[in-house]
């Protein structure tokens, strides 16, 4: 099972087998191979690891965005994405692009559409003010492209996840 690491800003692949004997094996992505075991110790935070024959003590929690992993004195945070969920980060990434729908956040009342059919956008341009809860709300262009649909009406109410512009890759 492959393994997409990012430690202090740097993303590393690890890749996991087992040997004929059964013993674990991580791959790294430079080529580098390291025999692993481990053993939960404990209330299932602390792990006592052996790496190419050197024993390590470790603690391991899940916090935003990853483990916080305390080892030899030090404290870091890694972000862990397996196969799976690396594919569906590429799918969301690439779903981006292409028709965009922009949606009401909450219900409201359209004041001003900003923008015509055919208008070429930027991330963050205004394209549409709500009125919500005596508030006037931009709501902007969430990246490039260009307006191809426009269902907001000036004095017209909205429910929150209304359809209000639709955008295209420009």
């Known amino acids: 099972m492959k393994y997409y690491c990012d430690v202090l800003g740097r993303e590393r692949t690890f890749t996991f087998s087992k040997t004929e004997e059964g013993s674990l094996v991580a791959e790294r992505d430079d080529g580098e ?10 209330d299932g ?3 006592s690891v052996m790496l190419d024959g050197h024993s390590l003590d470790c603690l391991v929690e899940r ?3 990853g ?11 890694v972000a862990v994405q397996d196969e ?3 594919a569906a980060e590429r799918v969301a ?13 909450m219900p409201g009342v359209v004041i001003e559409v ?4 055919g208008d070429v956008v930027e991330e963050g341009d205004t394209l549409v003010i709500l009125e919500a809860m005596k508030m006037q709300n931009p709501v902007q262009a ?10 907001a009406v000036p004095g017209k109410p909205v429910a929150g996840g209304d359809l209000l512009v639709e955008l295209d890759d420009a």
């Open 142 to 151: 969430d990246g490039p492209g260009k307006v191809t649909k426009i269902l």
């Open 93 to 105: 990434v690439a779903k981006a692009g292409g028709k965009r729908p922009i949606e009401a956040a």
């Open 63 to 65: 916090v935003r965005g």
């Open 114 to 117: 900003k923008v015509a059919v």
């Open 33 to 42: 191979r390291f025999h692993v075991d481990f053993s939960l110790v404990g």
């Open 45 to 47: 935070s602390a792990f």
């Open 84 to 86: 799976r969920e690396k």
């Open 67 to 77: 483990f916080a992993v305390q080892l030899m004195g030090e404290r870091i945070v």
